[in-house]
Structure formats: structure tokens, C-alpha cells
Antibody
Framework: QVTLKESGPVLVKPTETLTLTCTVSGFSFSNARMGVSWIRQPPGKALEWLGNIYSSDGESYSTALKSRLTISKDTSKSQVVLTLTNVDPLDTATYFC????????????WGLGILVTVSS | EIVLTQSPGTLSLSPGEGATLSCRASQSVSSGYFAWYQHKPGQAPRLLIYDTSRRATGIPDRFTGGGSGTDFTLTISRLEPEDFAVYFCQHYGSSPTFGQGTRLEIK
């Protein structure tokens, strides 16, 4: 059974760095076909893809956030980490991690999401 | 970047009725990378349809996806109480994009 779970702070101050962790189970990070993505949804707005990480060919990022965003993985802990620097109230959103199937282009398993508020 | 626009924003129907949800792309897209999801409050989004028309594992056959080019649809026949949720479409191009969602509510 594939599961993903997001964890991290629910409140972050402007200009700080947001670090979220996605803990996965039920699939192997060494699977070249599957990766892990971060996706967010600001209140009342559409979902926004942030970036992916795969086992073999590294990461890809949203153009809009590329300068502030890093996605990394710790295979030994089955975790994928999102780091977003210099956050702004506009970064307030529910952040999801999801497994992405690069052959089919879909997100077949998602976490519940974590609501992160950026406020002083 | 391709923009996906869903309509209607809200659809009010009764159990037993049929529903048709639309998703229009700002330019023609490959139907091989088009998906639909269901999202209920407090739950993880659930993949319903991938590759435009293929049902994901465990999805009942009352859910049907179709379309090509710029126009895609999700049809739900015979609405069940558990079908009332938010539905969103997604395309995987140079970067994945999502529609803004259609809320299917009980009339």
C-alpha cells in the first residue's frame, strides 16, 4: 500500500525558510518510473505544481519558484524534503506531496496535505 | 504554459442524476497526459482517470473520461452520495498544470 504523509511547521514568518517533509511508504525510491512531487493550493485557488524528484535524473522545478525552491531526498528514511526560502504571505497554502508516474503523467497517490500559513 | 479552465465552477445535482464536467485547455494538448481527480475535505486527492479515458484502480465504471485537443470531459452517471466532491483536471506537459476545480454539490 502506497502512502505519503506531509509534516512540518504550520506557521512560518515572512522571510523565513519553510522546510516540509514527505514520508513515503509502499514504493521504492529506486523505481525510475516513479517520482515524488510537491504541489500546493492557496486558499480558494487552483493547485500549483512546485517540482519533482526522481531516483535517477534529479529534480525539476516550477519556473516561478525555481530561485527559492529545493527538493531533496533521503532514501534511507524514505523522505522527500521541500525547502522554500524567503517565504511571503502569498506562499500560504496547503502543501501536498504526491507520487508521480512519469510514463503516464499523473499523480496516482497523494498525501493529506498540510496547511502552512505565512504570517508575522 | 497551458491553462486549464474548468466549467461549471459549481454543479448542483441530485443523487441518481448524471453529471458532465468540462475542462478546456488554452491550446491543444496530448490526450495521453490528461487526468481527473476527486478531492473531498480532509482527504487526499484521488486519481480517477488517467490517459484521458482510463479509469484508475478501483474506480467504478460510472466515471468516464473523454475528449481530445482542447476539450476534455468527465462524466459521472447515476450520482451516488459519495460522489459529491471537488473535481479537478490535470495535464502533464512541460510542467504539470491543474484546472481550478468544479464543486459538485447536492441539490
Amino acid at each position: 500500500q502506497v502512502t505519503l504523509k506531509e509534516s512540518g511547521p504550520v506557521l512560518v514568518k515572512p522571510t523565513e525558510t519553510l522546510t516540509l517533509t514527505c514520508t513515503v511508504s509502499g514504493f521504492s525510491f529506486s523505481n525510475a518510473r516513479m517520482g515524488v512531487s510537491w504541489i500546493r493550493q492557496p486558499p480558494g485557488k487552483a493547485l500549483e505544481w512546485l517540482g519533482n524528484i526522481y531516483s535517477s535524473d534529479g529534480e525539476s522545478y516550477s519556473t516561478a519558484l525555481k530561485s527559492r525552491l529545493t527538493i531533496s531526498k533521503d532514501t534511507s528514511k524514505s523522505q522527500v524534503v521541500l525547502t522554500l526560502t524567503n517565504v511571503d504571505p502569498l506562499d500560504t497554502a496547503t502543501y501536498f506531496c504526491a507520487r508521480i508516474d512519469r510514463w503516464l503523467g499523473d499523480f496516482d497517490y497523494w498525501g493529506l496535505g498540510i496547511l502552512v500559513t505565512v504570517s508575522s | 504554459e497551458i491553462v486549464l479552465t474548468q466549467s461549471p465552477g459549481t454543479l448542483s445535482l441530485s443523487p441518481g442524476e448524471g453529471a458532465t464536467l468540462s475542462c478546456r485547455a488554452s491550446q491543444s494538448v496530448s490526450s495521453g497526459y490528461f487526468a481527473w481527480y476527486q478531492h473531498k475535505p480532509g482527504q487526499a486527492p484521488r486519481l480517477l482517470i488517467y490517459d484521458t479515458s482510463r479509469r484508475a484502480t478501483g474506480i467504478p465504471d460510472r466515471f468516464t473520461g473523454g475528449g481530445s485537443g482542447t476539450d476534455f470531459t468527465l462524466t459521472i452517471s447515476r450520482l451516488e452520495p459519495e460522489d459529491f466532491a471537488v473535481y479537478f483536471c490535470q495535464h502533464y506537459g512541460s510542467s504539470p498544470t491543474f484546472g481550478q476545480g468544479t464543486r459538485l454539490e447536492i441539490k
